[in-house]
Structure formats: structure tokens, C-alpha cells
């Protein structure tokens, strides 16, 4: 079973648009991490986020963290064809501390060139 | 390039099979985690080595193991093969095993299972 859900599950945007991601998830975590996956290839880490921390930031990419909501957004600025890909939260839920990674059901974004 | 190699890309085999999927881990990383991806079930996580111990299981079922050998590469084994079991299967590693660590995923390989 997935620890999270994306939401939108796919969305279409038009090169130069914003796009944003949200991701929920069911339990207290202590990082939650962004991946992106083209398209049957293997996953990509984006950006990490620790639990204490409310924002990052890293190029065009932008995360935000609320633990009260357990969700997290990621912002893609100024979008680009390239940009394409499937994008995945995953948070650490293992209580023992290892980096096992829970993954959500995944955003599919399209870039229109 | 992640670093993490996985052979082999494509495996195509039948029902009651078994199969062996291997990955190297990135230089310097300790541990190694396997996950599986299918389009009902998603990315679940199946199991972590860290060092030639295993750390954590999830979602792995009695007719998969894993290992992890001296050299740090690890070997998925999957057997009595079911038509579920088609799916991509992931390798990552990591520097640590503790929460908080990036994780630099392999290419995958793709299993069919006719």
C-alpha cells in the first residue's frame, strides 16, 4: 500500500507555466524527499526535506512542508519541455530509523513544448 | 548517470520460474535497497542491506530473498514466478543506512513473466 498520494495525479501545463505538486501522507515522518522519474527509467532525488524545516528551495525547484496537514508541495518554476516526468514523494516511516523509503502514487507532468 | 548499475535490463521468462536480478551499488555506499514497481501496487519498498546485513524488510513476499555479498553488490532472487510478479524492479544505495540520505536509484529491469 502507498504511504502517500500526489495530487493532481497528471497535469498539462504549457512551457514557462508554474507547476505545483501536493503530496499527503498518513503518518509522522522525519524527512520526506522528492523524486522524478521519466518515463520507465529509474528515479531521480530532487530535494530533501527535514521535518523541522518548513521551505526549500534548490534552482527552479521549490519545497514547502507542513507536518500539522502531513503534506508537502513542490514548485516547478518556469517550466520546461524537459521537465516532463513523473513526480514522486517519499517519506522515512521505519520506526527503527532506517532510510526506507515509502513512495506515493505519483504526479505525471506534461510539459506542452 | 546514477552510479548504480542493475543487470539485467530486460527479463522475460515463465510461470513457475526463478529468477536472480543483480545490482553494484555506487561507490562508497553501504547500503543497498530493492523496490518493485508495478501499475497496481506502485514503488513498494522490498528490502535494505546495509554492509551484508539486512536492515529492514517491507513488502517482500516468501518467495523473494535478497543478499548482500563482501563486495557490496546484492542479488534480488525471485521464485515460483507468478504473472503479478511482472513488474520493474529498482536497486538503490545510499552512504548510510539511517534515515535522511538521498538514495541513487539503478536503471531498473524490467521482468515480464509470460
Known amino acids: 500500500s502507498q504511504q502517500g498520494e500526489e495530487d493532481p495525479q497528471a497535469l498539462s501545463i504549457q512551457e514557462g507555466e508554474n507547476a505545483t505538486m501536493n503530496c499527503s501522507y498518513k503518518?509522522?515522518?522525519?524527512?520526506l524527499q522528492w523524486y522524478r522519474q521519466n518515463s520507465g527509467r529509474g528515479l531521480v532525488h530532487l530535494i530533501l526535506?527535514?521535518?523541522?524545516?518548513r521551505e526549500k528551495h534548490s534552482g527552479r525547484l521549490r519545497v514547502t512542508l507542513d507536518t500539522s496537514k502531513k503534506s508537502s508541495s513542490l514548485l516547478i518554476t518556469a517550466s520546461r519541455a524537459a521537465d516532463t516526468a513523473s513526480y514522486f514523494c517519499?517519506?522515512?516511516?521505519?520506526?527503527?530509523?532506517?532510510?526506507?523509503?515509502?513512495f506515493g502514487t505519483g504526479t505525471r507532468l506534461t510539459v506542452i513544448p | 548517470d546514477s552510479g548504480v548499475t542493475q543487470t539485467p535490463k530486460h527479463l522475460i521468462t515463465a510461470t513457475g520460474q526463478r529468477v536472480t536480478l543483480r545490482c553494484s551499488p555506487r561507490s562508497g555506499d553501504l547500503s543497498v535497497y530493492w523496490y518493485q514497481q508495478s501499475l497496481d501496487q506502485g514503488l513498494q519498498f522490498l528490502i535494505h542491506?546495509?554492509?551484508?546485513?539486512?536492515?529492514a524488510k517491507g513488502n517482500i513476499l516468501e518467495r523473494f530473498s535478497a543478499q548482500q555479498f563482501p563486495d557490496l553488490h546484492s542479488e534480488l532472487n525471485l521464485s515460483s514466478l507468478e504473472l503479478g510478479d511482472s513488474a520493474l524492479y529498482f536497486c538503490?544505495?545510499?552512504?548510510?543506512?539511517?534515515?535522511?540520505?538521498?538514495?541513487?536509484f539503478g536503471p531498473g529491469t524490467r521482468l515480464t513473466v509470460t
Open positions: 503518518t509522522s515522518i522525519n524527512n
Open positions: 538503490a544505495s545510499s552512504v548510510e543506512a539511517h534515515r535522511g540520505y538521498e538514495q541513487y
Open positions: 526535506i527535514r521535518s523541522n524545516e
Open positions: 542491506y546495509y554492509n551484508g546485513e539486512e536492515r
Open positions: 517519499a517519506t522515512d516511516l521505519d520506526q527503527t530509523g532506517a532510510n526506507n523509503l515509502f
